[in-house]
């Protein structure tokens, strides 16, 4: 098998709340996370091959690069389809072979494979052997397809290619633990993707792959991509205890920060252990306070908690807590989305991400609405504009009042009131980990100009810092963090959010006839297989 040189391109993701951007470029970074799918990938190479990477969100794609390669690694989400395709155009433009994965290919491979050279469907350690293969024997006669049979098991994986990185232009690092989640929620493409049972990697191994992202010399943000760190909650309780030793060998150099189901709330063994272990925020998916439409949703894990409980519970152990919401439910009637609304308004919950319900390809949700006839097309993996399915409230109605309920929750003062009521419930600062001066430095510096001087929301910022220094003077650094990661929040809804609400709003009103429902398209609805390459995680998929 003689080397090759091959190309891994991550393609562009459009702005969102899950990227951060605006909170970014204020703290002098270009993308909240790396590719973990293609630096697993690349892992997995033969070591003679020569391998580089393109992560778009950082730099751009030079014909120098394209020429360089023998092969294009592409792989991308739905959202970065335009992107995705147009990179593969360029590249078989100059002679070179596209081998297309991820997300959006093997969900809808019939919407790429005319683009590409091959498509991989399936986990890529079950297939890359004979990929590899098959391009060292002649690219140009590349099969059109490759499919893994099965789930692999997790713990041969050598760590990721973290060496491909600049580190500097990242947030965050991403690490993968496990992969698959025991629930059923209809609306989740995870189980469909990986599977209800989860299967993690070795605590040594992990560890491991921490070594080698501290090779880099990176220090800071550290992200476990798994969608439900604890879903395998004996084998994470595993981890916890050689991962606290490593942090404490190496001088905690990382805050760790994870996605997870709120019945987390219920493990006292888990919180304490990660909080040891260096977590201090989680993600959950809190979707609705609304039993009828949890129920609906088959995420019966929510109705066995109370919410509002659970959420100060984790908060005062040490993790603060993002999380997820949905509107859109068959269940929800105008007065179900104030509610909604209201909980979020009173919670601890400074970044409550909210999207519209959409039918992701191959999900329970996506098979239902196609044999109800309701199912418009197929999702571009946008949860922040008109659904894909014909909903049971009215649409301009639902829209309006998701549009009401976004410019409430990021109001600055609501904003901030949310931060200092997490900030109220937090235990006494913990200082293992600190921030290299230098960054912390341009962390204030820019948070201060930006906001504090030339920002819309001069007023509510101060007051914010104001109370903090009165009330709780010692957990400052964490509400200037708090403050920076509402920049994004706050002027990505007021200035793209909003006004394309209001669009689609409008267009909906004046419609007519409807949008008719795409019923050979909705016919035609399958299951999908999993996803070729390691799960970047909720925060960057949509």
Known sequence: MRGMKILCVSPVFPETYWGQERALRLIGKRALLPPLGLLTVAALLPRDWEVRLCDMNVEPLHDSALAWADAIFLSGMLVQRASMLEVAARARAMGKTVVAGGPHATATPEAVAPYVDCIVVGEAEEVIGPLCEALAADRTALPPRFAAAGRPHLERLPPPRYDLLDVDAYHAIGVQWGRGCPFNCEFCDIVELFGRRPRTKEPEQFCRELDAVLATGFRGSLFVVDDNFVGNRKQTLALLAPLAAWMRKHDFPFQIFTEASINLAGCEDLIAGMVAAGFDCVFVGIETPSPAALREAHKLQNLAVDLDQAVEKLIRSGLEVMAGF??????????????????????????????????????????????EGRLLGRSSGDTFGRPNFRTKLPEATLLAAYRAALAQIYQPREYFARCQRALDLRPSPDARFRLPWTRALRCLLGSLWRQGVTGGYRGAYWRFLGRVLLRTPKRIARALSMAIAGEHMIRYTRECVLPRLASAIAEVQQADPPRKIKRAHAHGVRHFVPEPDAVDGRMAAV
């Open 326 to 371: 949905i509107v859109g439910f068959d269940a929800d009637d105008a007065a179900a989305l104030e509610r909604q609304r209201d909980w979020v308004l009173r919670s601890p919950i400074p970044q409550a991400m909210i999207g519209v319900l959409t039918a992701l390809p191959g999900t329970q949700l996506e098979r239902r609405l196609a044999r």
